[in-house]
């Protein structure tokens, strides 16, 4: 090493440079530098790992975990703004000052003894975020898979209780052309004798089959729990225990309820060892925020902010804005991954869209305005053109929102979708409501 590294930037640096790819599949460099660590948790270890889901997931068992009086720590990727959001310990983001160490400690088990270990960003920073979170004297440690589950970087810990959320076609070049196939590389977080809560109401059969190879103790959507609701209120129905007249989570979405049902399974699953009250989990239900989900930002034109990035989480917004009543014009602003499966993103949404902003984003992988636009056009066409959508290019998020703000009146909507690097890009800068909103000001 030659020039110090002093600030957290100094070490995203220096991880950006160590190896030639963003992603390489694979456990042994990571667990190696983890055995060198003697990294461990003596707190109960929950993993979840889904398409989608995920992050609603973390947030809502931290929450009641917390309304519980317990110390959590949570890692989730990627991050909308700061990279600290990436660790959160008892409910705030870990400060960048503290996490030097932890890099430092990483730095010095893979280079130990002169044999060098590579580690990709991810894997570097996971097992940095990992050791602050062992030292941090937890109570649960909440753990978000990157990408499959199998061979992701956190599967160096063994999970206590699994959870596996909806499953969808996504990061096939890594984890296989179907949902078989990726069920299997999710299924890898399971561990023998274990609670693996599967909330996907339609898992796939690889998910089930894993289980009952390696002798899991599997919890399924519609067998082991269930949830049914009205308008007002919902309930859930677990092996021995139920909850009647929840308030709906205050994350929204349709989707919500599913991914609520499979937390209060893994809370039921580990109830020796984390045991909470009911009031614990209408607490944290009510009061889980999560940036980025489905969040209707407060003012005129209503603003909504979505990370939804592939055709299954799209479906999901696309019904949640239908549900929202109606709008005279719904601006879209949209900047996403090249590798996406984009025209069914896009055809999902389009009947919703009245005016669509492109937007390019910093990172190679992604696809450009122009790119974007192109694909829409060969929709049109297919589609026969029947509706005139004006469309605009833009540089980045924020003058893209900056464009739909000054075309759109007040009472019409602005959605804001397609990548982390999107919504992200909007919160970095974006309008003073949005920020205090954000930031919690």
Not at 61 to 82: D, I, K, M, N
Not at 233 to 243: N, P, V
């Amino acid at each position: 090493m030659h020039t110090p590294l002093l600030t957290l930037d100094d070490w995203l640096a220096h991880c950006e440079r160590l190896h030639p790819k963003n992603i390489d599949m694979g456990l042994d460099r990571v667990r190696a530098v983890a055995q060198r660590m003697a990294l461990r948790f003596e707190c109960p270890v929950i993993t979840v790992a889904g398409t989608n889901g995920k992050g609603s997931t973390c947030a809502m068992l931290e929450a009641v975990a917390q309304q519980a009086g317990y110390r959590t720590g949570v890692y989730t990727s990627p991050h909308l703004v700061h990279f600290e959001e990436r660790c959160r310990v008892h409910g705030e983001s870990v400060p960048a000052a503290s996490l030097l160490e932890h890099f430092a400690a990483v730095e010095a088990a893979r280079t130990q003894g002169g044999e060098e270990v590579s580690l990709t960003y991810f894997e570097f920073t996971t097992l940095a975020i990992l050791r602050c979170m062992s030292d941090a004297g937890l109570d649960v440690a909440i753990l978000e898979v990157g990408l499959g589950g199998r061979l992701d970087a956190t599967n160096v810990i063994d999970a206590d209780c699994a959870v596996i959320t909806s499953i969808d076609i996504d990061h096939t070049e890594f984890l296989g052309p179907d949902r078989e196939s990726i069920g299997r590389e999710k299924a890898g977080i399971m561990r023998t004798g274990r609670p693996v809560v599967v909330s996907d109401p339609m898992a796939p059969q690889s998910v089930l089959d894993h289980a009952l190879e390696i002798g899991a103790d599997l919890w399924r959507f519609g067998h082991d729990f269930n949830f049914s609701g009205d308008k007002q209120q919902w309930g859930w129905a677990g092996r021995g225990r139920r909850y009647a007249g929840l308030a709906y989570p205050a994350l929204r979405g349709a989707n919500q309820l599913v991914n609520a049902s499979g937390v209060l399974a893994a809370l039921e699953a580990l109830r020796d060892r984390l045991p909470v009250t009911a009031q614990a989990v209408r607490n944290g239900l009510a009061l889980v925020e999560l940036p980025g989900r489905f969040q209707i930002v407060p003012g005129q034109p209503t603003l909504v902010l979505d990370v939804a990035h592939n055709p299954h989480s799209v479906a999901a917004l696309t019904a949640n804005l239908d549900a929202m009543g109606y709008f005279p014009t719904t601006h879209a602003v949209f900047g996403a991954m090249a590798d996406k499966d984009l025209a069914p993103m896009l055809a999902k949404v389009a009947p919703l869209v009245d005016r669509w902003y492109f937007t390019d984003l910093p990172t190679s992988r992604a696809e450009t305005a122009a790119g974007l636009q192109q694909k829409w056009n060969a929709l049109q066409i297919v589609a026969g053109g029947r509706r005139q959508v004006p469309t605009s290019l833009h540089t980045d998020p924020e003058r893209a929102l900056e464009a739909a703000v000054a075309a759109a009146e007040p009472t019409d909507r602005i959605v804001v979708f397609g990548s982390f690097y999107t919504v992200g890009g909007v919160l970095q800068h974006g309008t003073p409501r949005l920020q205090a909103k954000h930031l919690g000001a």
